[in-house]
């Protein structure tokens, strides 16, 4: 596996997503816009859903980082939040499964350690989607194989962080293995609030080993609604969850 994130490093992986209701939020349209990221030189998709995860594995060769957005009621966390999502996301074909890593509770008391085991027991690389540096930290001591900072700015104890959080890229790039030695095993992924090339270099410099980049790409509604709101005829817009 240590192959696939060699193809990653270096790169951009590219969110294909839609919002719910969205003419966009369709299989055929998902897998047409993966399709198209691959053609523009992206080392990965992401891609949530089961269905939007079959269509795009039947059309690109780039790995896929799998995910499932599944709300429990009395629960935060929403991106594969038991083992249940898990399971159905390795039989999609995906070659990565995002998961939220932050500490908030988990449906079912499913721990954190159970997900990635789960991810690993499926042959799938685990990837944490988190919001700090401790549970950064955290999902690599219990062998997450790729931290992001997906989450930072969308939990209540992060919320109004500027993005791209390049400090928490800076953070997560020298966490330290047992003993207090560097490891460079740790694969940083900068995720949130990129929404320009320039920012894609910046997360670089700052020790990200890849990037991810999806409403600015892929997601026309709120592409459409930026415009729309310099004009007189702004409407509200959506809140966007990651």
């Known amino acids: ?10 790169g951009l992986i590219v969110s294909v997503q839609a919002w719910p209701g969205s003419a966009l939020d369709d299989p055929h349209v998902i897998a047409a816009m993966a399709r198209a990221a691959q053609e523009g ?15 795009v594995r039947a059309r ?11 709300d429990y009621p009395g629960y935060e966390p929403y991106i594969t939040p ?16 995002a998961f939220d890593a932050t ?54 104890e992060t ?17 330290r293995g047992d003993g207090g030695a560097r490891t460079d095993t740790t694969f940083v992924v900068c995720e949130g609030g990129v929404h320009s090339p320039c920012q894609v270099r910046a997360a670089l410099d700052a020790g990200a080993d890849a990037v991810v980049v999806g409403t600015a790409i892929t997601n026309v509604d709120w592409l459409v609604r930026e415009f729309a709101g310099s004009t007189d005829t702004a409407r509200n817009r959506y809140r966007y969850r990651p």
């Not at 030189?41 to 269509?55: I, K, S, T």
């Open 103 to 156: 500490a908030r509770a988990r449906p079912g008391s499913t721990r954190l350690g159970g997900i990635v085991e789960a991810i690993h027991g499926a042959g799938r690389l685990a990837m944490a989607d988190c919001a700090t540096l401790e549970e950064g930290r955290t999902a690599a001591a219990l062998g997450a194989d790729l931290v992001a900072t997906t989450l930072c700015g969308y939990t209540a």
């Open 159 to 175: 919320a109004g962080t500027p993005l791209p959080a390049l400090d928490l890229v800076a953070a997560l790039r020298a966490v």
């Open 41 to 55: 030189d992206a080392v990965a998709v992401r891609v949530q859903g089961v269905a939007n995860l079959r269509a």
């Open 1 to 10: 596996m240590s192959e696939l994130l060699d193809e990653l490093r270096g």
């Open 60 to 70: 690109v060769q780039v790995p896929i980082v799998g995910l499932i957005k599944r």
């Open 82 to 97: 038991t083992l249940d999502e898990v399971a159905a996301i390795a039989e999609t074909g995906a070659d990565i499964v």
